[in-house]
């Protein structure tokens, strides 16, 4: 079955420090790949996405998210997480045999001071 | 932002009523979503629309219905609700599949059914 993991569902990192958030997928062929972000209680936004061409993607906020193939990922990362970064983070996938993307269930983004 | 408007924002209910959920767009997107989101399952999908009066299930359409008369609406109904749709709502809306280039959300309706 298609799939999306995200195996952190916390992780708490210091300003300024650099952040890695992990997303693997399970599908037979390159899909679609999205970053989205939940601050609480607001509704999600697009931080970056992934279609075709070169395997690392610039997004918003200073977000990268690179795209593996051989390992079947899609991280995301920042090299120096700002205050404002702490919300949740969802990864999803989407096929073009389907309308539907499939998503991961979220990583908490805790920011210490 | 794009223009979305789910209605309404919140909502308490008992179990056993009939419920509806609003969104609406004035981006005139074609592809139209409503998912459910509860913690530890991110987003998933109840149903969706490719077009007005053109819809169909997704991961999660037990005791949901919806309907899209027009372009601009996409309601979700709940025809006898229960304690397992506590749930937040979104409605997302996008111009092709998969929300390629990109899916925009509303921002969601709390709903409570006690």
């Known amino acids: 079955a298609q799939s999306v993991t995200q195996p952190d569902i916390h992780i708490t990192v210091s300003e300024g420090a650099s952040l890695e958030l992990r997303c693997n997928y399970s599908y037979g062929a390159t899909p679609y790949l999205f970053w989205y972000v939940q601050s609480p209680g607001q509704g999600l936004q697009l931080l970056l996405k992934y279609f075709s061409g070169d395997t690392l993607v610039q997004g918003i906020k200073g977000f990268e998210a690179e795209f593996k193939r051989s390992q079947s990922s899609f991280n995301l990362r920042k090299p120096s997480v700002h205050w404002s970064d702490a919300a949740e983070y969802f990864c999803a996938v989407g096929m073009d045999s389907n309308y539907q993307l499939i998503w991961g269930a979220g990583t908490k983004l805790i920011i210490k001071p | ?114």
């Open chain 2, 1 to 114: 932002d794009a223009g979305i408007t789910q209605s309404p924002r919140h909502k308490v209910t008992e179990t056993g009523t009939p419920v509806t959920l609003r969104c609406h767009q004035t981006e005139n997107h074609r592809y139209m979503y409503w998912y459910r989101q509860d913690p530890g399952h991110g987003l998933r999908l109840i149903h969706y629309s490719y077009g007005v009066k053109d819809t169909d299930k997704g991961e999660v359409s037990d005791g949901y219905s919806v309907s899209r008369s027009k372009t601009e609406d996409f309601l979700l109904t709940l025809e006898s609700a229960t304690s397992s749709q506590t749930s937040v709502y979104f409605c997302a809306i996008s111009e092709k599949p998969q929300g390629a280039p990109e899916a925009f959300f509303g921002q969601g309706t709390r709903l409570t059914v006690v």
